[in-house]
């Protein structure tokens, strides 16, 4: 009652808005889709959308456009990252994690959404989260409460009880709100639809153990392939995509026979894995920089001598796997994991993928072109293109010499709104 009344006053209040221009410029431009740079760009923005791309003095400015110059930098398309976790810091890993209520996780994702944006990476996909605070912090962003990335929350990842994405090192007298915890084919169905329900807009499940679980073995299966088959069919019916947390060689096939549309780590993945990967046309997003922060600081972090030693187990083998997948012609997207190693520090990732293997365009391609045909939003995000949010960085350099000029974002565009960086 009183929600309506409230909404009523506003609508009242609200006067007709004329449509926004934005007339942005800067000294070069990276179209990620041909590789090419090109001098003294300009993107007519109405409303937040890309309405036309081209040259200073040959593109018309529109009257009463405003000027957002972004100075003598490279811009490009804002990035994606496929695989964070907003509400997780790495620093309060282990069961120090235990002390923090769920209001203090949905808190401090506002501030690591912050560090994201401010990083360069303008749309997120948030898989996995508790009390769905991705969703409340999508809504948050939405309405200006705070600053943030687009975000594509999957609210509570789905796993088999005792599996990743379970909480284990709890006593069985602990009671424990596990709404992700569904067994059965007819189980994770009601579960996909519950989430759905609850705002989720793709389905995130552990195909297999995991490294940061306690009593999970990372190679193993966890859920049968009639499970997967319904879950996935589930989701897509509810028009959800579906990521799959699988390190483990079977369950990395049995998740791509049940037609998921990203495998998560694929640490483990054969050579038969990585055929059927590219049969299916399944992406791989692989978090191939978190192994260094895991080694380095995960003792520190509070992380368990268990979970160490499943690193120790994978951590190259994935890079390895990320090699070779890429070389047999896998499609990969950019996922990080931020989240297990600091939020904003994301762009560290594009080095590790160049160094092992990919063009840095191609790096680039997996975090903006390629990203946003993953999540099935190529009319929104990924390229400076008419149509598209205009959702743009800019970088000192050229990031197509030098991934690395990714690390220190220069200017933050979203929506044609400037989030970071001087005008
Ligand atoms: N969330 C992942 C897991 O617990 C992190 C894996 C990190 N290690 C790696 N080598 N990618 O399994």
């Given at each position: 009652?009183?929600?309506?009344?409230?909404?009523?006053?506003?609508?009242?209040?609200?006067?007709?808005?004329?449509?926004?221009?934005?007339?942005?410029?800067?000294?070069?431009?990276?179209?990620?889709?041909?590789?090419?740079?090109?001098?003294?760009?300009?993107?007519?923005?109405?409303?937040?959308?890309?309405?036309?791309?081209?040259?200073?003095?040959?593109?018309?400015?529109?009257?009463?456009?405003?000027?957002?110059?972004?100075?003598?930098?490279?811009?490009?398309?804002?990035?994606?990252?496929?695989?964070?976790?907003?509400?997780?810091?790495?620093?309060?890993?282990?069961?120090?994690?235990?002390?923090?209520?769920?209001?203090?996780?949905?808190?401090?994702?506002?501030?690591?959404?912050?560090?994201?944006?401010?990083?360069?990476?303008?749309?997120?996909?948030?898989?996995?989260?508790?009390?769905?605070?991705?969703?409340?912090?999508?809504?948050?962003?939405?309405?200006?409460?705070?600053?943030?990335?687009?975000?594509?929350?999957?609210?509570?990842?789905?796993?088999?009880?005792?599996?990743?994405?379970?909480?284990?090192?709890?006593?069985?007298?602990?009671?424990?709100?596990?709404?992700?915890?569904?067994?059965?084919?007819?189980?994770?169905?009601?579960?996909?639809?519950?989430?759905?329900?609850?705002?989720?807009?793709?389905?995130?499940?552990?195909?297999?153990?995991?490294?940061?679980?306690?009593?999970?073995?990372?190679?193993?299966?966890?859920?049968?392939?009639?499970?997967?088959?319904?879950?996935?069919?589930?989701?897509?019916?509810?028009?959800?995509?579906?990521?799959?947390?699988?390190?483990?060689?079977?369950?990395?096939?049995?998740?791509?026979?049940?037609?998921?549309?990203?495998?998560?780590?694929?640490?483990?993945?054969?050579?038969?894995?990585?055929?059927?990967?590219?049969?299916?046309?399944?992406?791989?997003?692989?978090?191939?920089?978190?192994?260094?922060?895991?080694?380095?600081?995960?003792?520190?972090?509070?992380l368990s001598e268990e979970n160490l030693a499943k690193e120790r187990e994978v951590g190259l083998?994935?890079?390895?796997?990320?090699?070779?997948?890429?070389?047999?012609?896998?499609?990969?997207?950019?996922?990080?994991?931020?989240?297990?190693?600091?939020?904003?520090?994301?762009?560290?990732?594009?080095?590790?993928?160049?160094?092992?293997?990919?063009?840095?365009?191609?790096?680039?391609?997996?975090?903006?072109?390629?990203?946003?045909?993953?999540?099935?939003?190529?009319?929104?995000?990924?390229?400076?293109?008419?149509?598209?949010?205009?959702?743009?960085?800019?970088?000192?350099?050229?990031?197509?010499?030098?991934?690395?000029?990714?690390?220190?974002?220069?200017?933050?565009?979203?929506?044609?709104?400037?989030?970071?960086?001087?005008?």
């Amino acid at each position: 009652m009183r929600a309506t009344m409230m909404m009523a006053v506003l609508l009242a209040g609200a006067a007709p808005v004329a449509a926004e221009t934005v007339a942005i410029s800067a000294a070069r431009m990276l179209d990620v889709n041909s590789g090419r740079i090109s001098d003294r760009p300009l993107v007519i923005v109405v409303d937040g959308r890309i309405t036309a791309v081209g040259r200073q003095g040959e593109l018309a400015v529109p009257a009463g456009a405003r000027q957002l110059d972004l100075g003598n930098h490279t811009i490009l398309p804002g990035l994606i990252d496929m695989h964070v976790h907003l509400t997780s810091d790495p620093t309060l890993s282990g069961m120090q994690a235990l002390r923090y209520p769920g209001s203090f996780w949905t808190a401090i994702g506002a501030g690591m959404a912050r560090r994201t944006i401010e990083a360069g990476f303008t749309t997120v996909r948030n898989v996995g989260s508790v009390d769905y605070a991705d969703v409340g912090l999508k809504q948050a962003i939405e309405r200006g409460a705070i600053v943030g990335p687009r975000i594509v929350p999957a609210t509570y990842a789905i796993g088999a009880t005792g599996g990743h994405c379970d909480t284990n090192e709890l006593p069985a007298n602990f009671v424990f709100d596990r709404p992700g915890i569904a067994d059965g084919p007819d189980g994770v169905r009601r579960t996909v639809r519950e989430l759905h329900k609850r705002g989720a807009e793709v389905i995130k499940y552990c195909a297999t153990g995991g490294v940061l679980s306690v009593g999970t073995s990372v190679g193993a299966q966890q859920y049968t392939q009639a499970e997967m088959n319904a879950l996935v069919e589930e989701a897509h019916m509810l028009g959800m995509k579906v990521a799959a947390h699988a390190h483990g060689t079977s369950g990395i096939k049995a998740a791509i026979r049940a037609g998921v549309d990203t495998i998560e780590h694929a640490s483990l993945a054969d050579a038969e894995g990585i055929e059927l990967a590219k049969k299916a046309g399944t992406w791989f997003s692989m978090d191939i920089y978190n192994d260094d922060y895991i080694l380095a600081e995960g003792a520190k972090n509070g992380l368990s001598e268990e979970n160490l030693a499943k690193e120790r187990e994978v951590g190259l083998k994935q890079r390895q796997t990320f090699q070779a997948a890429w070389k047999a012609g896998v499609k990969i997207v950019f996922g990080s994991d931020a989240g297990v190693y600091p939020h904003g520090d994301n762009a560290l990732q594009f080095g590790k993928m160049v160094e092992w293997g990919m063009a840095p365009i191609d790096a680039i391609r997996a975090a903006t072109i390629r990203a946003a045909e993953a999540l099935g939003r190529e009319a929104d995000v990924g390229q400076i293109a008419p149509g598209r949010y205009a959702d743009i960085i800019a970088v000192a350099g050229d990031p197509t010499q030098d991934v690395g000029v990714l690390r220190a974002v220069q200017a933050v565009v979203k929506g044609g709104v400037l989030v970071k960086g001087a005008n």
